[in-house]
């Protein structure tokens, strides 16, 4: 399966890690750019082909600011897990 996890703080680079160990092919991405395995410096190349995204930042604006980039990249059957700590109205 191809993954994007965007955002590498403490819960998505162990996210990241395991699903690599796991054997899928992950594209990592961080708004700070970061030394980790398969880092891409843009958003669009994270998640360009992503069967799944997982998005794991801090707060309200850095997801809108995500979904609005990844949106117009979905391919059919895409699907986008958001996970950050947000509240619910968000």
Known sequence: MNIAVLGLGIIGSIWAKNLIADGHAVRCWNRTPKEFPNFYSS????????????????????????????????GPGALVIQSSTISAHW
């Not at 998640?47 to 707060?59: G, N, S, T």
Request: proline share 6%; hydrophobic share 55%; aromatic share 4%.
């Open 43 to 74: 958003i669009q190349e994270a998640v360009d082909a992503a069967d799944m995204i997982f998005v794991v930042v801090a707060d309200p604006t850095a997801v809108q600011s995500i979904l609005d980039q990844v949106q117009p990249r979905l």
